[in-house]
């Protein structure tokens, strides 16, 4: 399972439909002009259509590559068992979100276009996680967007910050590129 979402760059979704259906996945070719995009987030607000507001589909409607946690490959520990790299940054004392923060870290080294952070209102390991990855993301010179849901999250609201979140990462390519 963890093999065909860090392979084939799948959400866990994906893999469960690969795994129970059999069906083959369409590997898109990624275009010079196309956005990656790293998602920070608790699978569970990730994956919650309802919660997230379908961010993962609206991503790639937009034409988006999109990565998650899950995607993120595995390095092995001080005593040789495997673990999402999560690079010294804090004692973790969660397992997941050490995944999420080793995400994050994952999502700088191969320089993805921009970090949306996603996170659930009032949760305390999210907030602490959240202002890892953000830095992260600001060490690195790329584009990070929080998302703070909670069951009053407009969703009008969530669709116009994706938007201009793309728009600007759009611009600054454009205008990196006329300067080189």
Not at 61 to 75: D, F, Q, R
């Amino acid at each position: 399972y963890h093999e065909i979402t860090t392979r084939q760059h799948l959400t866990r979704l994906e893999a469960i439909d690969l795994i129970h259906n059999g069906k083959p996945i369409e590997i898109k070719e990624t275009k010079k002009d196309v956005l990656t995009i790293g998602i920070a987030g608790h699978p569970y607000v990730l994956h919650d259509e309802q919660v997230s507001h379908n961010l993962i589909k609206r991503l790639k409607a937009a034409g988006v590559n999109i990565l998650t946690p899950e995607m993120a490959p595995e390095a092995p520990d001080s005593n040789g068992n495997g673990h999402t790299q999560f690079a010294g940054l804090a004692k973790n004392y969660w397992e997941s979100e050490e995944d999420v923060v080793g995400a994050g870290d994952w999502y700088t080294r191969i320089k993805v276009d921009g970090i949306i952070g996603i996170m659930a209102f009032a949760c305390g390991p999210d907030s602490m996680m959240m202002s890892l990855v953000q830095r992260q993301a600001h060490s690195a010179n790329i584009p990070f967007m929080s998302l703070t849901v909670e069951e009053h999250t407009a969703e009008a609201g969530v669709v116009t910050r994706i938007e201009a979140f793309l728009d600007m990462i759009h611009r600054a390519k454009r205008r990196n590129e006329q300067c080189v």
